[in-house]
């Protein structure tokens, strides 16, 4: 069932800001105020991955007449490519009796669970009662042990 502009947004910015501070250190800053993400390079959270989040959130948020469908979509095991860039594989599987596009949050955190990256993908066409794969690639170059999460998806 199709959700409201207003709801849609409301219900994908929540989950994504939920699962933005799930990746946050549990220490405090230098301030004492509240935790910050992580950084591959340590420290507060990088210019690129605030840039990120932002560009994420507004992606999900601008979609009208679709419908929540994170639970359609899974994040498979993330390699580092030639190219230093990580990358892990999403199946969709649609559940729906149309074809359907999706757009999907992913989140890509260090072993401590440190937010290194996020990125919005869009896997087009995804059959009636059927599953597609499209690749998450980071944006910025990534290393040690990674994990991918599907924090939002959008199906439309």
Do not use: W
């Not at 230093?84 to 559940?95: E, I």
């Not at 690749?135 to 290393?143: F, V, W, Y």
Request: aromatic share 2%; net charge neutral; charged share 15%.
């Amino acid at each position: 069932m199709p959700i409201r502009r207003s709801a849609l947004a409301a219900t994908v910015a929540g989950g994504l800001s939920l699962a933005l501070l799930a990746g946050c250190r549990s220490s405090t800053s230098a301030s004492g105020s509240s935790p910050e993400p992580s950084s591959g390079s340590g420290g507060g959270i990088s210019s690129a991955v605030s840039k990120a989040q932002s560009a994420a959130t507004s992606a999900l948020a601008e979609i009208s007449g679709g419908a929540v469908g994170t639970d359609d979509v899974a994040a498979g095991p993330v390699a580092v490519g030639p190219d230093g860039r990580a990358a892990s594989t999403l199946t969709v599987k649609n559940p729906t009796d149309a074809e359907r596009d999706y757009t999907v949050s992913v989140l890509f955190d260090d072993s401590g669970g440190g937010l290194e990256d996020v990125v919005v993908v869009t896997v087009s066409k995804v059959p009636a009662h059927g599953e597609s794969s499209a690749t998450a690639k980071s944006n910025r170059k990534l290393s040690g042990t990674l994990t991918a999460k599907v924090s939002a998806a959008v199906r439309h």
